[in-house]
Nanobody, 124 residues
Framework: QVQLVESGGGLVQAGGSLRLSCAAS????????MGWFRQAPGKEREFVAA????????YYADSVRGRFTISRDNVKNTVTLRMNSLKPEDTAVYYC?????????????????WGQGTQVTVSS
């Protein structure tokens, strides 16, 4: 399995931007599909975005499409989630996750490795 560590969360006003990063350990980063999920208080964890092994294909939840961008660097073993035009409803703990393969669209159950999460709070 790959070890994942997220960073970059914080407090931002509505309309602002944040960039989340996820650093992965190991030498096989490019063999994993990478994803971001989030969980708001009292709600189930939900899919946000995913990116294929070489970054050729990306997936987004309808709620973030056009505002969030996922990217990866297979040399630095990192995956990034750029979040623009943030809304209060984007407030959640954001998790980085890795999968050997994925469904179309990606599902929570596809991902076997998870980071500890980073808090994103968007104030109105």
């Amino acid at each position: 399995q790959v070890q994942l560590v997220e960073s970059g969360g914080g407090l931002v006003q509505a309309g602002g931007s944040l960039r989340l990063s996820c650093a992965a350990s190991g030498r096989t980063f490019s063999s994993y599909v990478m994803g971001w999920f989030r969980q708001a208080p009292g709600k189930e964890r939900e899919f946000v975005a995913a990116i294929s092994w070489q970054g050729y294909t990306t997936y987004y939840a309808d709620s973030v499409r056009g505002r969030f961008t996922i990217s990866r660097d297979n040399v630095k073993n990192t995956v990034t989630l750029r979040m623009n035009s943030l809304k209060p409803e984007d407030t959640a703990v954001y998790y980085c996750a890795a999968a050997r393969s994925y469904s179309d669209p990606p599902r929570d159950a596809d991902f076997g490795s998870w980071g500890q999460g980073t808090q994103v709070t968007v104030s109105s």
